[in-house]
């Protein structure tokens, strides 16, 4: 399975909103559909799972979406430090996880 | 709070063995809920699912790379392993281990850079 993210980079400033896109080449189950922010020289750290479950200690303005093979993560008011890349990932098929390319979400 | 750290020689000749090991602390790769695994990203690029293990010694890898990998766990020392045979340019990378609780990663390790070059 294939995962598209869009845009490749979005430029917005501090306080606006962002909604990240993540499309899938063939259906898949929302259970299946997890969300990462990484951050220049660190790993990847899980704030979505389930299609629209934040993991612990995620603030409330990242929120996920989505059914099918269309998915968004959306983040209402954007803060200094939300400023990333942020990939999709998929679980099932083959090979059995597959992540999107990425969005880099910079400043403005 | 569990926390995995990656280690293993930080450059591999070509044709050579990579070798990296994975500890755990605050939790134990025993643990019946959970898989571990090793992810990839060659610099400024996207990530790769390389393979995982469960604690029975159950493997899963990523066909593109399964001919010559092999991700073993080691419960008297709360590690997993990975080894890849006959690297080349194209292995070098940021290899990260994590836990997944079957369909996502959660933690991953901090990473660590391996460079294939002679």
């Known amino acids: 399975i294939v995962l598209t993210q869009s845009p490749g980079t979005l430029s917005l400033s501090p306080g606006e909103g962002a909604t990240l896109s993540c499309r899938a080449s063939q259906r898949i189950s929302s259970d299946y559909l997890a969300w990462y922010q990484q951050k220049p020289g660190q790993a990847p750290k899980l704030l979505i799972f389930?299609?629209?479950t934040r993991a612990t200690g995620i603030p409330d303005r990242f929120s996920g979406s989505g059914s099918g093979t269309d998915f968004s993560l959306t983040i209402s008011r954007l803060e200094p430090e939300d400023f990333a890349v942020y990939y999709c990932?998929?679980?099932?098929?083959?090979?059995?996880?597959?992540f999107g390319q990425g969005t880099k979400l910079d400043i403005k | 709070q569990v926390q995995l750290q990656e280690s293993g020689p930080g450059l591999v000749k070509p044709s050579e063995t990579l070798s990296l090991t994975c500890s755990v602390s605050?939790?134990?790769?025993?643990?019946?809920?959970?898989?571990w695994s090793w992810i990839r990203q060659p610099p400024g690029k996207g990530l790769e699912w390389i393979g995982d293990v469960y604690n029975s010694g159950s493997t899963n890898y990523n066909l593109s790379l399964k001919s010559r990998v092999t991700i073993s766990i080691d419960m008297s020392k709360n590690q997993f392993s990975l080894i890849l045979k006959s690297v080349t340019a194209a292995d070098t990378a940021i290899y990260y281990c994590?836990?997944?609780?079957?369909?996502?990663?959660?933690?991953w390790g901090q990473g660590t850079l391996v460079t294939v070059s002679s």
């Open positions: 994590a836990r997944s609780y079957v369909t996502w990663f959660d933690p």
């Open positions: 605050g939790g134990s790769v025993s643990s019946s809920s959970y898989f």
């Open positions: 389930g299609a629209s």
């Open positions: 990932q998929q679980y099932g098929g083959s090979p059995r996880y597959t």
